[in-house]
């Protein structure tokens, strides 16, 4: 029973590297975000995707790109990190809308130095 | 667009007292209103949900929230907390559109 599987859980960078946080459900949502924690600003929405080829910007979504080439993967790529980026990072999936809630995975901790 | 208050960052309560965690929203349409619980270092779990009908609803492990569509208020209370319910709770709102936007979080610490 797996739910929303996320990878890396931690993951330490330079600044300018770049990298991938990968994001998979088995759950056949077509919905999928990416959130950022971050302490005292709840989480932000960065880019979300209602289904395989389509994803949208959400309110964050400056330096970060990402692609949905099937229902189950909705990677986010950080094309070169900023200390900026050092946060925690939430993907999110749920069922049809309206209503449906959100399946969290268990986040990745970023840290840009 | 949508906005989430939570207007206490943090509540400390001793065990087997009460507990409010405020939530007011922004829209004047109809919304789904949710109440997540954040675990330290795991993601987030939802609480309870309310989607239409009955204007209070509750969860598994003694929670409930009342929807109020006049104040735009969907408070989480407790009647009486344990140790285990520390954690930091988040108050999410979502209309007709696809997105989920959330309150910044109310940090609930139980008190021996």
């Known amino acids: 029973n797996a739910g929303v599987t996320q990878t890396p859980k931690f993951q330490v960078l330079k600044t300018g590297q770049s990298m991938t946080l990968q994001c998979a459900q088995d759950?056949?949502?077509?919905?999928m975000s990416w959130y950022r924690q971050d302490p005292g600003m709840g989480l932000r929405l960065i880019h979300y995707s209602v289904g395989a080829g389509i994803t949208d910007q959400g309110e964050v979504p400056n330096g970060y790109n990402v692609s949905r080439s099937t229902t189950e993967d909705f990677p986010l790529r950080l094309l070169s990190a900023a200390p900026s980026q050092t946060s925690v990072y939430f993907c999110a999936s749920s069922h049809e809308p309206p209503g449906g809630e959100l399946f969290f995975g268990e986040g990745s901790r970023l840290t840009v130095l | 667009a949508q906005s989430v208050t939570q207007l206490d960052s943090q509540v400390p309560v001793f065990e087997e007292a009460p507990v409010e965690l405020r939530c007011n929203y922004s829209?004047?349409?109809?919304?789904?209103l949710f109440w997540y619980v954040q675990y330290p270092n795991q993601g987030l779990q939802l609480l309870l949900k309310y989607l239409s009908g009955s204007t209070l609803v509750e969860s598994i492990n003694g929670f409930e929230a009342e929807f109020n569509k006049s104040q735009t208020s969907f408070h989480l209370r407790k009647p009486s907390v344990h140790i285990s319910d520390t954690a930091e709770y988040f108050c999410?709102?979502?209309?007709?559109?696809?997105?989920?936007?959330f309150g910044p979080g109310t940090r609930l610490s139980v008190l021996p």
């Open positions: 999410a709102v979502k209309d007709y559109g696809q997105n989920f936007v």
């Open positions: 829209s004047s349409v109809s919304v789904y």
């Open positions: 759950m056949n949502h077509e919905y």
